[in-house]
């Protein structure tokens, strides 16, 4: 069965960096598909962080615009997440998501969960001092 696993995930300081990561099963390549990173903060709704169309656009919701990074290897078959300048509102669960897109277009299905195949089990980010 194809999936996505999550890691990188921890605690951190305000102002540290974390690069959470997301590996695809071989038979699910990243390339063709939009993969969007959301978190979920305790008590509430999972919101989006970002996300990178098949076509390699890339959109960031306010509140990290600026200090995340989403990326793509497709040699290794796995997206990325880099966060600078953590703030404690930013702990939350990270989950990855991978939508089967138009390939190399810059459709993102954006927040519209349903609409995602493929979501990671979500990973721990914690930052406090």
């Known amino acids: 069965q194809w999936q996505l696993d999550e890691s990188g995930g921890g605690l951190v300081q305000p102002g540290g960096s974390l690069r959470l990561s997301c590996a695809a099963s071989?038979?699910?390549?990243?390339?063709?598909?939009?993969i969007a990173w959301f978190r979920q903060a305790s008590g509430s709704e999972r919101e989006l962080v970002s996300c990178l169309s098949s076509g390699n656009t890339t959109t960031y919701s306010e509140s990290v615009k600026g200090r995340f990074v989403v990326s793509r290897d497709n040699a290794r078959n796995t997206a990325y997440l880099q966060m600078d300048f953590l703030k404690p509102e930013d702990t939350a669960v990270y989950y990855c998501?991978?939508?089967?897109?138009?390939?190399?277009?810059?459709?993102?299905?954006?927040?519209?969960?349903?609409?995602?195949?493929?979501w990671g089990q979500g990973t721990q980010v914690t930052v406090s001092s």
């Open positions: 998501a991978a939508d089967l897109a138009p390939f190399r277009t810059d459709y993102c299905p954006g927040s519209r969960v349903n609409e995602y195949d493929y």
């Open positions: 071989p038979g699910l390549k990243l390339q063709y598909y939009a």
